[in-house]
């Protein structure tokens, strides 16, 4: 039997929320009178696109930076991700006094390196590919002492993650079923630990890309597998869950009660459907939820939440999206 950490709790949910109440914003819950009409039910966005960063992602991290010793902070922290996560770490770094250093491959486009610079974190170009970055990661954690701070599989992240769960139950006591992005699964398993410890029949549903749906792929060998990453629309869905996975592989496969897939249609249509009908604009990952509504492929007999997790969307492909252009980056290289 392979041993697992034990799962992340509400109590600690309960302590991160007091420990990032400082740093993150509380996001406002929109009702959809459209997706209502849809369902059949009513739907509520949440919208964490609304969020300081752009993303959910500054929940986890501040909680992770919040709870470094003295001596951890006097080091600082270290991260590889290009996007949300990268981001949101730099801003929590920063707004804590702590040192950042985001590692990242020559082959980043500059808008990436843009925006993790605009957060206040020392930006590192090494190597050509992204394990070539991970080797300076691991140096400056033996030789200089950083902290690592990974994305996901981490208890103060998920924690941190788990916070968007009890606020969305302060905003919504009477939600039926929720639907959550997922990747590598620190959002999902954060608020479903949070909402299931406080009201079990709630339906948690994680919502994946078609192309390179990791997580899902994963539950369904029963462990944590190798998966090709795929270009796509929802880019902040890509990547693997890690096959030394330690979290939140455990705490999605017993704490969720369904995963549903969405095309790249799908999600076009969906990153239409909230700027012209909700008036929000949503990175693909962030629209999901909504793509599975308007495909139907939800079912809820109570009030439905969708979380909005994200918004850092390059502005030009927004525009073509909504304007009705084709928009197909499957032919691109992940
Ligand atoms: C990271 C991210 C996700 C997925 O979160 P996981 O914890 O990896 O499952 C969803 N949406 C956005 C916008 C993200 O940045």
Not at 68 to 73: A, C, F, G, H, P
Request: hydrophobic share 45%; proline share 4%.
């Amino acid at each position: 039997m392979t041993m697992h950490e034990p799962f992340v709790s509400l109590g600690e949910i309960d302590e991160a929320r007091e420990a990032i109440a400082a740093t993150i914003r509380t996001t406002p819950v929109n009702n959809s009178p459209v997706l209502s009409d849809l369902a059949g039910v009513p739907v509520h966005l949440k919208l964490e696109q609304m969020q300081i960063t752009g993303s959910f992602k500054l929940r986890g991290a501040s909680n992770a930076v919040a709870s470094l010793s003295d001596e951890e902070r006097g080091r600082g922290v270290v991260g590889v991700s290009t996007g949300n996560h990268g981001r949101g770490l730099a801003y929590a770094a920063r707004a804590a006094g702590v040192k950042c250093i985001i590692c990242m491959s020559r082959l980043v486009p500059q808008a990436k390196i843009d925006g993790i610079r605009a957060q206040g974190a020392e930006v590192r170009i090494v190597g050509q590919s992204q394990d070539e970055a991970q080797l300076e990661v691991d140096r400056l954690v033996a030789e200089d002492g950083m902290t690592m701070i990974p994305p996901f599989d981490h208890r103060k992240i998920i924690a941190g993650q788990g916070t968007l769960g009890l606020e969305l139950l302060d905003q919504v006591p009477d939600a039926a079923t929720v639907l959550v992005p997922l990747s590598g699964g620190g959002l999902i398993s954060g608020v479903a630990a949070a909402i299931k410890a406080r009201r079990p029949e709630v339906r948690i549903v994680g919502i994946s890309m078609e192309r390179g749906a990791a997580m899902h792929e994963c539950l369904k060998a029963g462990k944590p597998v190798q998966v090709e990453e795929l270009a796509t629309l929802a880019d902040s869905l890509g990547g693997g869950i890690g096959l030394n996975n330690r979290l939140t592989f455990a705490m999605t496969r017993d704490l969720v009660d369904d995963v549903v897939l969405v095309s790249e249609a799908e999600i076009a249509a969906a990153i239409r459907h909230a700027y012209w009908q909700e008036r929000q604009i949503i990175e693909g990952s962030g629209s999901v939820g909504i793509a599975a509504l308007l495909a139907r492929r939800i079912e809820s007999t109570g009030p439905i939440v969708a979380i909005l997790s994200g918004g850092n969307i390059d502005m030009n492909q927004h525009h073509r999206i909504i304007s009705g252009e084709d928009v197909d980056v499957t032919q691109e290289a992940a």
